[in-house]
């Protein structure tokens, strides 16, 4: 018996499971479905590259994607202790102020999570206006020293774009370098910055290798999990609450496995349903993405690191392309008519990516990757069948609003725009991957064939649809969801930090509540 069983180890789980753990009179255990991080190219930035369809990753794919001429798109999502912090481009991205106060949510408003956004930092740039240091997630600038990145930078300027020193400052438009999560030129995950430091503690447990089958309920309350490790079979209890972690796949794939979801659906799998909620596993939205790719005679891309004195520079000073996180630079624009805040998002890689990374590049070159930061189009999440080893089904359904791919459009002209300006003409010498032509039935068969999700995925156990302004899961007791999957929208820019500020929060909303819960058993008394 536990106080609290936490099940999924990434940045959210991470967070809580440190966070909550810190009250030594609470009991914490941590399921992971994945191994430990020992991998050593989780810890490497550049070795994510090789982690793809290993056993840290789930090894999702979409079902056939009729806006993308019926491809199924891979989805990789982190098995493993970190989560998807583990396999990521360590991206540090807040989001834009307008994305959290148009939640409408109580609560979670831009002015509610700033504070968490600080308190979660460690900025090497130092404390300031937007920036705080301290905290258990260290942010830090580039160490890879590549020139293509930069260039793409100037290229923006050159199109007409801002410059911007910081994304996360007062204003996000623009272009720039990323900050990562790194430190130290190393990997920085949500399992290195808040659950390593904790594991010592005698009242956290963590299990990995524990895949969760379903939750258990007495009545309408939540009382445990079943799990199985290596096969085996076992029931863990939960004094106070379960809270689920397992991202926007899996959170509402557990949740209907365990009977909470839309009861029509669940009885065509054969559940026993606990609890008719139809908003369980709707409402998905990502970043669709496509990109161009081009090859240049200048011997500057990641290939680099083929040569052994990469890895002799990483090994003595943690800088060179082994620091790359892949996606260095990029930048914040609007496409839209009227838009009120950024509508894309560029990510650039100075590497020549062949066959969406399956195949081997055949020089050095630049790939750039605009995606689009506000889709309509809303996609689900339901069962393959009631056995808990089945993938989840997974209906991106990118493009079923005809304004996302004309937007998407407008976001790959601009894209070839930036890189026809002088400053990154040289690295963008030869098309590799780029539309047939400029009119737009070819870009728009380009984006079809090239588009790929940015790993964003959220919506699926929405706030006030599924979980209540306190994460708690609505006609449900003692069960919440604190994932990625509670944002009713995704966010400009990339997740993970908001994740681990949404994590924060929801940490001090569960110890508030306990406290509160006891001090009326007192009063009573």
């Known amino acids: 018996?536990?106080?609290?069983?936490?099940?999924?180890?990434?940045?959210?789980?991470?967070?809580?499971?440190?966070?909550?753990?810190?009250?030594?009179?609470?009991?914490?255990?941590?399921?992971?479905?994945?191994?430990?991080?020992?991998?050593?190219?989780?810890?490497?930035?550049?070795?994510?590259?090789?982690?793809?369809?290993?056993?840290?990753?789930?090894?999702?794919?979409?079902?056939p994607e009729p806006g993308c001429g019926g491809r199924r798109i891979t989805l990789p999502r982190g098995k493993v202790l970190g989560g998807s912090s583990s396999i990521n481009a360590m991206v540090y991205i807040r989001g834009n102020r307008r994305d959290y106060d148009d939640w409408g949510a109580p609560g979670w408003a831009w002015d509610d999570l700033f504070p968490y956004f600080l308190k979660a930092e460690d900025n090497e740039r130092g404390a300031s206006e937007w920036h705080a240091v301290g905290g258990p997630?260290?942010?830090?600038?580039?160490?890879?020293?590549?020139?293509?990145?930069?260039?793409?930078?100037e290229a923006g300027v050159e199109a007409g774009l801002a410059r911007n020193e910081d994304f996360n400052g007062d204003a996000q438009d623009g272009v720039g370098m990323y900050q990562l999560t790194?430190?130290?030129?190393?990997?920085?995950?949500?399992?290195?910055?808040?659950?390593?430091?904790?594991?010592?503690?005698?009242?956290?447990?963590?299990?990995?290798?524990?895949?969760?089958?379903?939750?258990?309920?007495?009545?309408?309350?939540?009382?445990?999990?079943?799990?199985?490790?290596?096969?085996?079979?076992?029931?863990?209890?939960?004094?106070?609450?379960?809270?689920?972690?397992?991202?926007?796949?899996?959170?509402?794939?557990?949740?209907?496995?365990?009977?909470?979801?839309?009861?029509?659906?669940?009885?065509?799998?054969?559940?026993?349903?606990?609890?008719?909620?139809?908003?369980?596993?709707?409402?998905?939205?990502?970043?669709?993405?496509?990109?161009?790719?081009?090859?240049?005679?200048?011997?500057?891309?990641?290939?680099?690191?083929?040569?052994?004195?990469?890895?002799?520079?990483?090994?003595?000073?943690?800088?060179?392309?082994?620091?790359?996180?892949?996606?260095?630079?990029?930048?914040?624009?609007?496409?839209?008519?009227?838009?009120?805040?950024?509508?894309?998002?560029?990510?650039?890689?100075?590497?020549?990516?062949?066959?969406?990374?399956?195949?081997?590049?055949?020089?050095?070159?630049?790939?750039?990757?605009?995606?689009?930061?506000?889709?309509?189009s809303r996609g689900s999440v339901r069962l393959a069948s009631s056995d808990p080893s089945a993938h989840p089904i997974v209906r991106n359904a990118f493009y079923d609003s005809e304004a996302d791919m004309a937007r998407m459009v407008d976001a790959m002209r601009l894209t070839q725009e930036i890189c026809a300006q002088p400053s990154f003409k040289a690295y963008c010498a030869d098309p590799y991957t780029v539309p047939d032509s400029d009119s737009d039935d070819a870009v728009r068969s380009h984006i079809a064939r090239t588009t790929f999700e940015v790993y964003h995925p959220v919506g699926t156990c929405a706030i006030g649809s599924v979980v209540d302004s306190e994460l708690r899961v609505q006609g449900a007791e003692a069960l919440r969801v604190v994932d990625a999957s509670v944002m009713p929208t995704v966010p400009r820019g990339n997740t993970n930090a908001p994740t681990i500020a949404i994590a924060e929060r929801a940490a001090d909303l569960i110890r508030h509540g306990r406290a509160l819960a006891t001090a009326e058993v007192a009063a009573q008394a």
């Not at 399921?31 to 290993?54: V, W």
């Not at 895949?211 to 085996?232: H, K, N, P, Q, T």
């Open 1 to 63: 018996m536990y106080d609290y069983v936490i099940v999924g180890a990434g940045s959210a789980g991470c967070v809580l499971a440190a966070r909550l753990s810190e009250d030594p009179e609470t009991s914490v255990l941590l399921l992971e479905a994945g191994p430990p991080d020992t991998n050593q190219n989780i810890h490497i930035p550049l070795g994510y590259l090789s982690l793809a369809r290993t056993e840290v990753d789930w090894c999702y794919s979409s079902a």
């Open 182 to 376: 790194q430190r130290g030129g190393m990997r920085a995950s949500a399992s290195v910055a808040y659950l390593h430091p904790a594991m010592e503690r005698p009242n956290l447990t963590v299990m990995p290798y524990m895949r969760v089958d379903r939750v258990l309920f007495e009545g309408a309350r939540a009382v445990g999990v079943e799990a199985s490790r290596l096969g085996e079979p076992q029931e863990l209890r939960a004094e106070r609450e379960v809270i689920l972690c397992g991202g926007a796949y899996n959170s509402p794939q557990l949740l209907m496995l365990s009977g909470v979801g839309p009861a029509e659906h669940l009885a065509m799998r054969e559940v026993e349903v606990v609890l008719d909620q139809p908003a369980v596993g709707e409402n998905l939205s990502d970043h669709p993405a496509t990109f161009g790719v081009w090859t240049t005679p200048e011997p500057e891309s990641l290939l680099l690191a083929l040569e052994p004195a990469a890895m002799a520079e990483f090994e003595a000073s943690q800088t060179g392309p082994f620091a790359s996180n892949l996606a260095e630079s990029g930048g914040f624009a609007r496409v839209g008519a009227g838009v009120e805040a950024p509508d894309v998002q560029f990510h650039v890689a100075p590497i020549q990516i062949v066959e969406e990374g399956m195949g081997d590049p055949e020089g050095h070159g630049v790939w750039v990757s605009p995606c689009l930061l506000t889709p309509e």
């Open 137 to 153: 997630l260290p942010v830090s600038d580039q160490r890879s020293g590549n020139k293509i990145t930069p260039a793409f930078v």
